[in-house]
């Protein structure tokens, strides 16, 4: 099993930047790719960005060029800054880590971005 908790988000304006921290925890040696995914009031929950074993990372196209994705040393931290945040980036922003078996959630942290 693997828990993951997050952190770091809030109410910004648009334009601003916020980063949000995932802590994992328990057999995360099991891991081979960690991400961030998104969930909008009525959506569908996306695939915001990932980090792999290797530390090839995957974005989104609508966040390309504004989030960066990454982790610490000890591939137990993951990271995601989010820069130039529009309106449209608000939503319940969910770390997730991929065993080969399941996936792993966080509760998730509600990043609010207002006009």
């Known amino acids: 099993q693997v828990q993951l908790v997050e952190s770091g988000g809030g109410l910004v304006q648009a334009g601003g930047s916020l980063r949000l921290s995932c802590v994992a925890s328990?057999?995360?040696?099991?891991?081979?790719?960690m991400g961030w995914y998104r969930q909008a009031p009525g959506k569908q929950r996306e695939l915001v960005a990932a980090?792999?074993?290797?530390?090839?990372?995957d974005y989104s196209d609508s966040v390309k060029g504004r989030f960066t994705i990454s982790r610490d040393n000890a591939k137990t931290t993951v990271y995601l800054q989010m820069n130039m945040l529009k309106p449209e980036d608000t939503a319940v922003y969910y770390c997730?880590?991929?065993?080969?078996?399941?996936?792993?959630w966080g509760q998730g942290t509600q990043v609010t971005v207002s006009s």
């Open positions: 980090i792999h074993g290797g530390g090839r990372t």
């Open positions: 328990g057999n995360f040696f099991e891991i081979n790719a």
């Open positions: 997730n880590a991929d065993s080969p078996m399941e996936k792993f």
